[in-house]
Antibody, heavy 119, light 108 residues
Framework: EVQLVESGGGLVQPGGSLRLSCAAS????????MHWVRQATGKGLEWVSA???????YYPGSVKGRFTISRENAKNSLYLQMNSLRAEDTAVYYC?????????????WGQGTLVTVSS | DIQMTQSPSSLSASVGDRVTITCRAS??????LNWYQQKPGKAPKLLIY???SLQSGVPSRFSGSGSGTDFTLTISSLQPEDFATYYC??????????FGQGTRLEIK
């Protein structure tokens, strides 16, 4: 059974840093692209970052230069280092497995971890 | 960036109704369009991929259609467990992925 379990969320002050982790199990982690997607309370979904199997990384403009996605295949783990955090980064952060089935899709998601940026 | 616009933003319907949700892309995205269902406090769940392919395990009352800029998600006969928020997602501009703003489906 595929499982994704996020951790590391919490309360952080504006300008601060936080590192999220996602523990994967039930599939060959190293062979899948992985993503982070966030959702502010009562709002829609926003793609935050992606990392390919070769370690190539991608970000939208809203987080580029502040967030860093990484992976450690030996530990079946995905990470998101978030620096220079802003109030607008407050959200539930989901890790999601990417798959390509004639389109790039997210076929498995974790339960999410809440990040609150506030003084 | 490709913008995805869903309509309506919210919808009230009854059990047994046929419901259609629309997603429009700001430019042609071929069939690079997926649909997700999200219930309160839960992660999204993939329903439809590549515009019209049903994800394994998803009931056949869900269907998707469209290509280019206009897409629809149809639920043929609403069940109580279908009341949720639905999102479309494009991957044409991979790796820059964008979602629609969501359509909340409520019980009438």
């Amino acid at each position: 059974e595929v499982q994704l379990v996020e951790s590391g969320g919490g309360l952080v002050q504006p300008g601060g840093s936080l590192r999220l982790s996602c523990a994967a199990s039930g599939f060959t982690f190293s062979t899948y692209d992985m993503h982070w997607v966030r959702q502010a309370t009562g709002k829609g979904l926003e793609w935050v970052s992606a990392i390919g199997t070769a370690g190539d990384t991608y970000y939208p403009g809203s987080v580029k230069g502040r967030f860093t996605i990484s992976r450690e295949n030996a530990k079946n783990s995905l990470y998101l280092q978030m620096n220079s955090l802003r109030a607008e980064d407050t959200a539930v952060y989901y890790c999601a497995r990417g798959a390509e089935m004639a389109t790039i899709l997210f076929d498995y998601w974790g339960q999410g971890t809440l990040v609150t940026v506030s003084s | 960036d490709i913008q995805m616009t869903q309509s309506p933003s919210s919808l009230s319907a009854s059990v047994g109704d046929r419901v259609t949700i629309t997603c429009r892309a700001s430019q042609s995205i071929s069939s690079y369009l997926n649909w997700y269902q999200q219930k309160p406090g839960k992660a999204p769940k993939l329903l439809i991929y590549a515009a019209s392919s049903l994800q394994s395990g998803v009931p056949s009352r869900f269907s998707g259609s469209g290509s280019g800029t206009d897409f629809t998600l149809t639920i043929s006969s609403l069940q109580p467990e279908d009341f949720a928020t639905y999102y479309c997602q494009q991957s044409y501009s991979n790796p820059s992925i964008t979602f629609g703003q969501g359509t909340r489906l409520e019980i009438k």
